[in-house]
């Protein structure tokens, strides 16, 4: 994608270091079968049953990652569904995650989602309680962590929503400094159609967008 090869030049990095994900959120099948005709392999979807419902539909051999908050009576139809759990935000669900992947004789691959504002209405690990988190992650061998994701606060202006994006950045420089010897995250999940260009200069390695690419959601 352009927009995003451009981002990727401004800041020096590699555009192959960045991953477009196709949220697709109450889009319809034909339009996700337009995405996948056009070259996107990566979709997030919010809801199993929805992500169960399109899936079936549509057989291609391209990757779906769980971005929405997940139920934990819904992991086990998760662990089947998604390749990646982007939305990993509370130790209840790590454990049952990993505790049905065990069951599975499976690995489930997560993203710690961040709560960087500390916003009440957004699920996700605050900042202050990260390491602690990973501490206990740690110990669950069938759950691999691999990287932050965040839905920082909408502002208006992107300069302010660049900052969110710089502090999750640093967070993961931190968190690595620390060395978990059984946790690597490199993967950093941030920016959607609104402020992605400047998540791809702030270090961003999966996008996701989804109004951009399929225009406005039926509600
Ligand atoms: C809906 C959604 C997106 C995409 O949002 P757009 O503004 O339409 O690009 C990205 N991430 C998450 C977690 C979402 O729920």
């Known amino acids: ?5 451009e981002a990727a030049g401004r800041s020096g990095r590699d555009p192959g270091g960045v991953r477009l994900l196709a949220a697709t959120k109450s889009q319809d099948v034909a ?3 337009a995405a996948i005709d056009a070259g996107v392999h990566l979709f997030g979807e919010n809801y199993v049953q929805e992500a169960k419902a399109k899936q079936s539909k549509i057989p291609d051999p391209v990757e779906w990652h769980m971005i929405g908050h997940l139920q934990r ?3 086990r139809e998760a662990l ?3 390749t990646v759990i982007e939305s990993l935000d509370s130790i209840a669900l790590a454990r049952i995650l990993h505790q049905e992947a065990e069951r599975q004789e499976q690995t489930i691959r997560a993203f710690v989602e961040v709560n960087l504002a500390g916003e009440e209405t957004k699920s996700g690990i605050g900042e202050n309680e990260i390491v602690h988190f990973l501490e206990e992650v740690e110990r669950l061998p069938h759950l691999r962590v691999e990287g932050l994701m965040t839905i920082p606060p909408y502002r208006e202006k992107l300069e302010e929503i660049r900052s ?4 999750l950045r640093r967070l993961q420089e931190e968190l690595r400094e620390l060395e978990f010897p059984n946790i690597d995250l490199h993967e950093l999940s941030m920016g959607m159609t609104h402020d992605y260009p400047v998540a791809v200069e702030e270090g961003a390695t999966i996008v996701r967008v989804g109004t951009a690419i399929f225009g406005p959601r039926k509600e």
């Not at 994608?1 to 090869?5: A, H, S, V």
């Not at 969110?164 to 502090?167: A, G, I, S, V």
């Open 73 to 75: 009576n819904k992991a």
């Open 164 to 167: 969110y994006f710089r502090r």
């Open 1 to 5: 994608m352009k927009t995003i090869d």
């Open 80 to 82: 089947r569904l998604f």
């Open 31 to 33: 339009k996700i079968r």
